[in-house]
């Protein structure tokens, strides 16, 4: 693992005007830069660039972060990727945290494995365009395909040898183990060291990670042969999960953000063809049916997929069960339908990519639509096919997590069905209902009831319902908090307004604003709801006994993606000040009141905002009771209603005390 010393490094040399620049034409704008935004298609531009506080934003869409934010969203990379490709650019050495025996084994062997795929690549494309064999058998095919010289190169296409065991013979000559060529699946071994090239005989399609390490690769033989298949893949390996990957991912990665959308294809020269005619947003699931952790990396870049079908209705039947995954996943499914005798690789040869786009517009279905059509033309009169053909549509429905189209798919299938929209919700329903049965229980995170019972009298027997406290509303009352811990978290909380101290007279001094944080929400017993806003404020109070400890830059190098971007936004002023600073801060504040001295003023705003949370939690109790005595008294129960209107009372009382602090509350000492 890479040293936090080596990541700060890094981080320091990092400038966000060199790395934005190298991908965007930026021109100076005042103190910032400004240009065409990366993430999605701007005409005007809107992405800005802060060397002062060397992040970047976009104002359209509203990515940004750092510099490490944006090669993680650019080039699609996780963060530690991102850190390499950064300390690559600025010539730092990496410095790895000393891992255990164990930690190095495993480490050193999935390196092993990457050096020898790279390898193996170069190798299968140099016989692809150096070798006779090569030349006339593999070259031949792919330009018989219509596949031009630039795009065999971009997808790294190769040819492996019709001698049984040139690849391995050739690898163990250039010092690679037997070990490592068994694990990557490149060569198969057999009794008495007999060992045989797994892909002798085909043309190569090398299989990429999101950024562009060659993991497996695929292989189609070119003459007909008994007892095997036109392609084999490489089998899984330590570096190699079939259901994680999607072929074309790495060169579609960008072109899938920026249209936001992925179209779907089965094969390998599929997704090569419809690159050739410019349609570069485009994956290929290799043959197999969609798995969650295919459906995962699309969603990682958008939620709308268009799944591109030939005419083979045996194949679409296949296609159709992955299909519900993405449903599931909340995705936006439709599906185009090609000409018949046409698939995506014959097609595309036919069309540019305007025309290609065109007949997609033109052509897409909503999936629901096309599976119920497809269903019923091939259920007929026939009530038992018709019934299961209804069960089937429902199962369908009934995983998508959103109500509201849930709701629009069951009306315009009642109508394609001519069933009863009331008895398609009813199985539905019930469908969901079993989900849910056999779902795992979720967490339940910080306990709000817990936090507010903390505040009222132990007499109160009325717990607070988590359910009805408005999420956006805590949400905020929260993030206001972290604002000042991530800004000002080590600044010392300073009352400029306080009276001298007396001379002689020992003071105490002021806390920093994470260790008041820390000392009034312990003192109330509260802490935060959301778990990610509870995780950052953990590790601010963790990490604040470091004196050296800056909180803005620990959060913006975090290497939970999440988290950072949470302090990227804050650092970008993204959040906007509350109610309760806009009239220190609004148009009308004096030039030294602006937010740029704002420390000036942590003594007394940030208590503000802690009083604001416990605001929030109290007004919540108050009416939770209100409605419970609204209840008590239609029972006729007065003695119960009449108890808590005193409660009322109690929480009022509170209520004003609160009130009134977020106006003249004191710091409290140690």
């Not at 005007?17 to 100076?28: A, C, M």
């Not at 009863?420 to 079993?434: A, C, G, M, P, S």
């Not at 132990?458 to 908090?481: C, G």
């Not at 003192?523 to 800056?550: C, G, M, T, V």
């Amino acid at each position: 693992m890479i040293d936090q010393g080596t990541i700060d490094r890094i981080m320091d040399a990092a400038q966000v005007v060199d790395v934005v620049s190298d991908f965007v034409t930026l021109k100076r704008r005042g103190i910032n830069y400004v240009g065409l935004c990366p993430f999605h298609t701007d005409k005007t531009p809107s992405f800005y660039v802060s060397p002062a506080k060397n992040i970047c934003k976009c104002f359209a869409c509203g990515e940004g972060g750092t510099a490490v934010h944006f090669i993680m969203k650019h080039e699609q990379l996780s963060y530690y990727e991102a850190i390499r490709y950064l300390a690559k650019k600025y010539n730092i050495e990496i410095q790895e945290r000393e891992l255990t025996d164990e930690q190095k084994k495993a480490y050193n062997e999935r390196e092993s494995l990457f050096i020898l795929n790279d390898y193996a690549r170069d190798y299968f494309m140099n016989i692809l365009h150096e070798h006779i064999e090569g030349k006339a058998v593999g070259l031949s095919y792919f330009k018989e395909r219509g596949f031009r010289e630039d795009i065999i190169r971009k997808f790294q296409l190769g040819y492996s040898l019709e001698q049984k065991d040139a690849f391995t013979q050739e690898s163990l000559r250039n010092g690679y183990k037997k070990e490592f060529l068994v694990k990557t699946g490149l060569t198969i071994e057999g009794d008495n060291n007999y060992v045989v090239d797994r892909f002798r005989g085909r043309v190569m399609f090398p299989v990429h990670t999101l950024s562009g390490k060659v993991i497996a690769f695929g292989g189609r033989i070119l003459k007909k042969a008994e007892n095997t298949g036109k392609y084999i893949n490489s089998p899984e390996s330590e570096i190699y999960h079939k259901g994680n990957e999607l072929y074309g991912i790495f060169f579609a990665k960008q072109a899938i953000t920026k249209a936001d959308c992925c179209f779907l294809v089965e094969g390998y020269t599929d997704v090569i063809s419809m690159h050739q005619a410019g349609i570069e947003n485009v994956v290929s699931s290799s043959g197999t049916a969609l798995t969650n952790g295919q459906i995962r990396l699309i969603h990682r870049f958008t939620d709308n997929v268009v799944v591109i079908y030939d005419g083979d209705a045996a194949g679409i039947k296949a296609a159709l069960r992955g299909i519900d995954l993405l449903l599931e996943d909340g995705m936006n499914i439709k599906v185009v339908l090609l000409p018949d005798g046409e698939d995506p690789d014959s097609f595309a040869r036919k069309q540019n990519a305007e025309s290609f786009i065109a007949y997609i517009k033109k052509n897409e279905v909503d999936f629901i639509r096309f599976k119920t059509q497809l269903l019923l033309e091939e259920a007929g009169n026939d009530p038992i096919k018709r019934a299961a053909l209804i069960s089937d549509i429902v199962n369908s429905i009934s995983v998508i997590p959103d109500n509201i189209i849930r709701t629009v798919y069951l009306k315009d299938c009642s109508i394609l069905l001519d069933v009863d929209e009331r008895i398609l919700i009813q199985e539905v329903n019930k469908k969901r209902q079993t989900q849910a049965e056999r779902a795992p229980a979720k967490p339940n995170y910080a306990e709000i009831a817990d936090v507010t019972n903390s505040l009222l009298p132990h007499s109160s027997e009325k717990k607070l319902d988590t359910s009805k406290v408005r999420k956006s509303t805590v949400d905020k009352a929260e993030l206001a908090i972290l604002y000042y811990i991530v800004r000002f978290g080590m600044e010392r909380l300073i009352d400029e307004e306080a009276a001298e101290p007396v001379e002689g007279e020992e003071v105490e001094e002021p806390m920093t604003v994470i260790e008041y944080v820390s000392f009034d929400l312990k003192r109330d017993e509260l802490w935060f709801h959301s778990p990610i806003y509870k995780q950052i404020l953990d590790e601010a109070i963790a990490r604040s006994e470091d004196p050296n400890f800056n909180s803005s830059r620990y959060f913006l190098a975090h290497p939970d993606e999440e988290i950072s971007k949470i302090a990227a936004d804050i650092v970008s002023d993204r959040y906007h000040l509350s109610k309760v600073h806009t009239k220190q801060f609004g148009p009308n504040a004096k030039k030294e009141d602006t937010p740029l001295a704002e420390e000036k003023h942590l003594a007394k705003n940030v208590p503000r905002v802690l009083t604001e949370l416990k605001n929030i939690y109290i007004s919540q109790q108050i009416k939770e009771i209100k409605e419970l005595m609204a209840h008590k008294q239609k029972e006729g129960d007065w003695d119960s209603a009449i108890e808590l209107i005193q409660k009322i009372k109690k929480l009022e009382e509170i209520k004003k005390v609160l009130a009134k602090a977020l106006g003249e509350r004191i710091i409290l000492r140690w």
